[in-house]
């Protein structure tokens, strides 16, 4: 009799202590849930700073980028590449050095090279890319590089590159429209000469 | 709203019909269909607040959504309306080896149960569908109709886990029955009635006449009766019939559909015809908590439903608090601790009654 109603005691004290804790977590569910509502809240970008001297050490690698107007068409980055996810095709200018307005073609790199070469296609598949960072230490103009890390003066840290087609993950950096406006150029030299 | 009201209306104003049986029908069947549709809206109400509340026990912040999209809603409040949209749409799946006309027959018949007792159930002085004698005795009655159909959905299915739910909810609500119905007993030996209405009249006069406090035995009652009630709606600290880790839905495991949500609007109706026990039994039903303070007919409305969703949000807090009890821990619970204290409450209530009572 006695073990009965320490019984019933036990489970009434149990069961209303457990209600307590809950509803103690009911009313301050807005502190304590750590839900990010993804789309509409991000968590904050990683600090960069990890240690190491960063400026040395490329460490975040979140992807590849190419600046046209320095790029010199050399295909240094395209024969690096060990799973052949860069696709470079070139067109020789008339005039090297000089800039082609038509098609947005930049003549002088950054570094004051003259360009003897516009790229009418500079196409990298970003689901093939394995992120080795190989292609960026051939470049003469430096002008690919990995996103992040000692270039995120050059351009800002983007990870969130998911898309709902694949096709658009295939970044086409060449101008719009240059391998059109190259094949123009090349047929008025051609009835000239 | 009663049917006697609506049929001198519809005379009234359709005089050349007036003393035509199919009036008499229309004037049953306008409530009822008023019924159906506050069940649906309320079902998705309490849906939503299950999610809510459930979630926020848990540290979640459960369905979220932004703007009025397909995302759900601001704060996910579509949230319960897209799950009844899926429901709907869902394909209707009936077993080849089930037995066809009762498996259809199951969901109906789970529902009149719940549905036919929301006729008893009194929002205001005037503002009841029928004001039988027998109130009480017939919502208690009728809410057993659902074992039938729990039986019939567990055997038709013709499968293990339906049966073993359908067998133990059986073994459940019958049990069950038993402690709810003493504990309300002690509510009809103070008021002497059983009818609705009158045990709400006993009830006048604020929060201190409720029968709640009218002696020290009635909470106990109210306890007793409340979590008899639980397990009778098959909710979680009994939901055996149901068990998914155990039996993968119990006794729904092969509905789909509609059906399926069949099944889940007449538990949701089903825990509103207990709270409401519940609130018009011990909570003083309509009445305002304060004498004479927002009393008019409007805000009987609003003070039986407030009392009715306080005891639902009770049953979804121990819900998500409380595990599940195993089928011997249930029966324990039920013939050696409720029964007992139960008729030593009727005693004690009796006598009380006898010497103190007016």
Redesign the interface.
């Known amino acids: 009799m006695k073990r009965y109603i320490i019984d019933i005691w036990a489970a009434a004290t149990t069961i209303l202590g457990g209600m307590g804790i809950t509803l103690v977590h009911l009313f301050r569910a807005k502190n304590d849930n750590v839900t990010l509502q993804y789309p509409e809240e991000r968590w904050p970008r990683p600090d960069r700073n990890i240690g190491f001297d960063h400026s040395n050490y490329n460490v975040i690698r979140s992807r590849l980028h190419v600046d046209m107007d320095d790029c010199i068409g050399c295909l240094k980055c395209e024969r690096a590449c060990p799973v052949d996810c860069i696709k470079i095709e070139t067109e020789k200018v008339p005039n090297r050095g000089e800039d082609i307005k038509e098609i947005g073609h930049v003549g002088v790199t950054s570094n004051g090279s003259r360009k003897a070469m516009v790229v009418t296609r500079f196409d990298i598949d970003m689901t093939e890319c394995c992120y080795c960072n190989l292609c960026t230490y051939p470049c003469p103009e430096e002008c690919i590089f990995m996103t992040g890390g000692p270039n995120s003066d050059k351009h800002p840290i983007d990870y969130e590159f998911s898309e709902p087609n694949r096709n658009d993950l295939i970044y086409r950096f060449a101008k719009p429209g240059s391998r059109e406006g190259m094949a123009k150029i090349i047929s008025e030299q051609k009835a000239e000469v | 709203m009663t049917v006697d009201f609506i049929f001198d209306l519809l005379n009234q104003f359709l005089p050349g019909f007036s003393g035509n049986g199919f009036l008499l029908l229309f004037a049953m069947l306008i409530p009822c269909l008023i019924l159906f549709g506050f069940i649906a809206v309320y079902a998705l109400v309490v849906i939503y607040a299950e999610l809510k509340?459930s979630?926020?026990?848990?540290?979640?912040?459960g369905p979220?959504g932004?703007g009025f999209g397909f995302h759900a809603g601001k704060w996910g409040l579509l949230q319960p309306v897209a799950d009844a949209l899926k429901l709907l749409t869902k394909e209707d799946i009936i077993p080849g080896s089930a037995n066809r006309v009762l498996f259809i027959m199951a969901p109906f018949m789970i529902f009149i149960g719940a549905f036919v007792s929301f006729v008893a159930i009194p929002f205001g002085e005037s503002i009841i569908v029928a004001d039988l004698n027998i109130g009480i005795f017939y919502i208690l009655g009728v809410g057993s109709l659902a074992v039938i159909a729990l039986i019939l959905a567990g055997w038709s299915s013709n499968n293990k886990w339906s049966l073993y739910g359908a067998m133990r909810s059986a073994a459940q609500i019958v049990s069950y029955e038993i402690p709810a119905g003493i504990s309300l007993i002690t509510v009809i030996i103070i008021t002497g009635s059983l009818n609705m209405q009158e045990i709400i009249a006993y009830q006048q006069g604020g929060i201190f006449n409720w029968i709640l406090f009218d002696n020290p035995f009635i909470p106990v009652a109210f306890v007793i009766y409340f979590i008899s009630a639980l397990a009778e709606t098959n909710r979680t600290p009994f939901d055996l019939p149901e068990s998914e880790s155990e039996l993968v839905a119990g006794f729904v495991t092969e509905y789909s559909g509609m059906r399926y949500a069949f099944f889940f609007l007449s538990e949701y109706a089903n825990m509103f015809v207990v709270s409401a026990v519940a609130a018009t039994g011990f909570l003083g039903g309509w009445q305002s908590p304060i004498s004479g303070y927002l009393d008019s007919p409007g805000w009987s409305v609003f003070w039986m439903m407030s009392k009715i969703a306080f005891l639902i949000f009770i049953m979804i807090?121990?819900r998500?608090?409380?595990p599940r009890l195993r089928v011997d821990q249930l029966m324990n619970v039920c013939w050696?601790?409720f029964l007992p204290i139960g008729l030593i409450n009727i005693f004690g209530v009796a006598i009380w009654t006898v010497l103190l009572g007016s």
């Open positions: 509340v979630s926020f026990i848990q540290d979640k912040v979220m932004q807090w121990i998500w608090t409380v050696k601790v």
